[in-house]
């Protein structure tokens, strides 16, 4: 259960929240003129790294506004939040824990184990 | 009765005598004792039947990592799986063994035992292949389901169970030595804390054992009653005691369940558990550590426990599970038991170590020369033998020679492990410590902090040290701890994990997981077939996956494999231990959210007249609506729904429509916006106008529809279905915030803040006019699809003439309070006309008849507005809406996409039903092309017979030709493909 700390009210409990799954996905505009393939991938194709992830919350039992995190799918740690309209934090500002050969992290992951 | 004086045993008030039954005899114990001590105390040491080959057991411990005394209280609702070593009794408790017929000690299921060599490893996924793939589900694994297994699940069941919430900065697991020091150090500091403790009383291995003489000059005893009144003093501190951590969650989240009853029969209408839900800024894990045992033949006998377990009976409970035990062990653990024998005096009838002379303790070395104890080193046991009970050990000795030993008790101790449980389940990395011989924690994940045993500091003069260290983060003063021990303060140990019997035979058993009747013949078979990683290994043996997890053993297992395979035991690694540490009932965690708080019902403002009206109610989603109204008890829902149908299409009706999500747009751009969110167009419509409308997702495919109320261009009311509110309002909130944030629009949801009203039926004007007098009803003033704001006896009122039914009707949207007093106004005025509440079944078949779709019955999320032949809704002129670009990808112009059509049974007796397949063919065959199916589909009273709605392929045109609806029952009926409209097509009724 992670705490996440909205933007608009603090740090709270994540059954508060909702995920929205990938962030910066930009809505093609015009679409009319665009091909299926593009519209298809806005449409249907989402990233599920393990490791660094930039994905959307909103805080749907609080103020209801969306914003944007920076999590570490493999640890779960939250690495930054940040409001919708704000930049894209660079990935080279994170340190990315992600070195064995099937993804984990020797620490934090569930699978610990594995690890020569 | 094997029993030691109690009169200096706190822990036990041994002049309040206490009667329970186990397995319908009656026994007494003592207040205090657990099931286990009481039974002990009678001298009753068969407690149960194992998992897989039914042998018999006894108690192996005497704490939370039991794997064979589970039983099943039947005083308390039939609660099965519980640990008799940890419940306490309490009088008229009533308690059965498990996994036992006829009786304990006679069990028919034993035979499996004799049968053991053929139900190896695996056997059942190899054995039970065939002759047929059914024969597993309906033969094998009901006769194995009998056999095999735990408790029987509880018949009748309620338990009470509350969740409460804490926020403090520093949690301590455990209220041992390491625990009481801890939070001694942060008292009066800014800090709160919370000290959790599984036991009803703090102390831990102080109270358990006789290692510790003194702490600070005070009897342990007094030291701990002093300590914990001085905590208990403290602002700072709180104690949950009887409180088990079971799960260490990200981040910092700890849950704990707690008993509230203990030694005491939980009361009906009492909170029996509450779930402790943490949240915590440092953890502190003091949860000590747990002994191993060692694999022998046989080590599963009643009669065998473990060193600190049967030292428990005796310092905690007063019980001594026997006089004469022999005590066999590989470390230095066993030490503070043989000094306890010898100062109750009871010494042990023999004393076995695996280590040789020198290494064994010169203090434990000389007790034992000093008392005359028979003393094997460089010695293993080779053996345990007895009928139900152990009679004899084999015991080799350094020489070679193999002595037989006669005892009824043989005390255990392999070594001892960090209890690492909750640290690995915070994500903390363990490390092998090849010293020791046991994982350790050796890098925490999340801040965690570990003390005492649980840290792997086994070292008694250590304490002071480490609580320094690890604590100076708190700014605490440093705390000098002052400890006489009995024992050895260090902890020493050689490697054993396994002894090999004397003569091997098919029948050998030496167990490596008492609980699931696991052998170490499995972990061999197991890798010689492949298995060799511990993962894979664990699920193919069911090594430690009982519910004990292997607390005592899974260890052991670890050692045998990096034998056997010759890797270190850290290549071996360990199998990951998931939440929760210990069984927690499903009670506890559903807490309030059962039975009739699971969901919240939600009602409308006129719910009481429903049920003053007989109305019978069905669930949409959290509403509770009115499926129709039966005039008196003898009337079926079927006849309630065609007199309710017939009486709107003759007369008129009326409909709470409250549940419908209705949500208010405004802004300087929510013209702009409707048009983005909604496929039609709202540019071109007059202020007062409302239009019917559909949403749809990126994907193309209908999600929602309702009735847009257009007040300006600034300002809009929309509703949506009963159940996709929440969804609209999330959709709408999404978009304005992330995708099209420079438009000026907000919205808000209003579905609770007023009531809706739908009258329709051709008398509707009649009566609307009788109860709003004011307002001219006439086509010319008040046309089809407009609406108006009114005031109704100074409450603001808005009526909306729209249609679901196909009949002329209206609308009207009435402050929530004022909602029963219109309602019943209606009511009463229409009587005259015939007017009649009718319910959702009604509404249902009504605008089914009009082919006007339900979004989610009609659509499933994969039909399109142009697969619904609603082209004329798209806004075709708009350069976007939400799914536009989807509307024209290859897929959703297909020719051969599912459509709506009508259906009609040729033969208009037949009936049809919801789901069934429309084929082409009238004979069934394998397989068999299938068109589509039957969506929604009713008797209708205008008609006369059956009709329905369905999305079959290609379905538009195919209008005008036969196809055939198949049955359950593989028969065929005979249908026409028509259009989905079945009443009023010129919508003549309308506009009427």
Known sequence: ?116 | MSELNLTDNKFIQFHQKIGFKFDGVKYYGYKGDTIASALLRNNLKLIGRSFKYHRPRGFYTCGIEEPNALVQIISEYSEPNTRATIKKIYEGMEIESQNRWPSLETDIGSINNIFSPVFPAGFYYKTFMGPHKNFWKKIYEPIIRKAAGLGKPPKEFKAVSTHLHHNVDITIVGGGLNGLIAAKSLIDTKYSVLLIDFDDQLGGILNNSNKVLSVNNQTPMDWISETVKEIENSKNIKILKNTLVTTYNYINHLIAVEDKFVGSRPLKDKVNSTLHKIRTDQVILCNGHIERFLSFQNNDLPGIMLCSSFEKYMCRYGVLPSKETVIFSNNSNSESLVFSLIKKGFKPKAYIDSRSGENIEPDLFDLIRKNDIPLYTNSQIKGAYGNKKLQKILVEDSSGGVNEIKTDFLCLSGGINPDVHLFTQSKGLLDWDEKDLTYKPAQAFQPTITLGSASGQFDFNAINKEINEKLVIFGIKPVQIKLELNTSHKFKIEKLWEVLPQKQTIWSKSFIDLQNDVTTKDIRQAISEGFDRIEHLKRYTTNSMGTDQGKISSINALGIVSDLLDKKVNEVGTTIYRPPYAPLSFAAIAGRNSYEYYDPERKSPIHNWHITNGAVFEDVVQWKRPWYFPINKDETMDEAVQRESKNVRENAGVLDGSTLGKIEIKGRDALAFMNLIYTNSFSKMKPGTSRYALMLGEDGMVKDDGIICKISDEHFIATTTTGGAATVLGCMEEYAQTEWPNLNVYMNSITEQYATINISGPKTRNIIEKVFPEVNFSNEAFPFMTFQFHEYEDTPIRILRASFTGEMGYEIYVPSNQALKIWEKIISFGKEFGLMPYGTETMHLLRAEKGYIIVGQDTDGSITPLDLGLDWMIGKSKKDFLGKRSLIRSDTVRKDRKQLVGILPTNKNEKLEEGQHIILDKEIKTPTPMLGHITSCYQSPTLGHNFALAVIKNGQSLIGTKAFASTPELKTIEVEIVEPIFYDKENSKLAS
């Open chain 1, 1 to 116: 259960m992670l705490i996440i700390d909205c933007p608009y009210c603090g740090p709270r409990d994540q059954s508060e929240f909702s995920n929205g799954g990938e962030a910066h996905v930009k809505r093609p505009d015009g679409s009319a003129e665009i091909g299926d393939r593009e519209w298809g991938e806005y449409v249907f194709i989402r990233a599920n790294p393990k490791g660094i992830f930039y994905e959307r919350w909103v805080h749907s039992h609080g103020c209801r506004k969306w914003f944007n995190c920076v999590r570490d799918t493999s640890t779960d740690e939250i690495l930054k939040i940040y409001k919708i309209d704000e930049e894209r934090p660079k990935l080279d500002s994170f340190k990315n824990n992600v070195k064995t050969p099937s993804g984990e992290p020797n620490l934090g992951s569930g699978n610990f184990t594995v690890k020569k």
